[in-house]
């Protein structure tokens, strides 16, 4: 991560958002080659979440969930039902052995999810090389899919 100074300088290029994080990347790494739209996972960072779905109908996860929590719903007189943890398969989609919610039923499912970003750009910069050696590169990377309708990567 560059320093807080470096932030600064991309806030006031005008293009900076709420989450955007400027990043150094050496030049012997696979991702000194990363280009605009790549996606980065941090394995290391997580963020909350909190979702309403439908079992039945929405039964999706759509991004890098590192746990899951708790999942819960209400029964037909209005009392909270804690239901158990699913499962989830590769493309999202959750399962359930037993204690799921039933059919129909909206229910919620709150958990910690990897932390996203994609390549908005290099960040400005007068120089690349030096005697013919590359230099280190920043890059901005810019939260992905706020509203988390993004695919989770293959496995």
């Given at each position: 991560m560059a320093n807080s100074r470096i932030q600064r300088e991309w806030a006031e290029f005008g293009q900076w958002?709420?989450?955007d994080i400027v990043?150094?990347?050496p030049e012997n790494t696979p991702m000194y080659e990363m280009r605009q739209f790549d996606r980065v996972l941090m394995l290391n960072n997580t963020d909350g979440f909190s979702l309403q779905?439908?079992?039945g109908e929405?039964?999706?996860?759509?991004m890098p969930v590192a746990t899951i929590e708790r999942v819960?719903?209400?029964?037909?007189?209005?009392?909270?039902?804690?239901?158990?943890?699913?499962?989830v398969e590769d493309d999202g989609s959750l399962t359930w052995a037993s204690g799921?919610?039933?059919a129909g039923v909206q229910y919620s499912i709150t958990g910690t999810r990897y932390a996203e970003f994609f390549c908005f750009g290099d960040y400005?910069?007068?120089r690349n090389m030096h005697r013919g050696m590359r230099l280190p590169r920043r890059v901005v990377?810019?939260?992905f899919d706020l509203f988390g309708r993004s695919t989770p990567p293959s496995a």
């Open positions: 958002e709420n989450g990043v150094t990347i779905l439908t079992r929405n039964d999706r996860l759509h819960f719903w209400l029964d037909e007189e209005g009392g909270i039902v804690e239901g158990s943890i699913p499962g799921g919610p039933p400005p910069s007068n990377l810019r939260r």
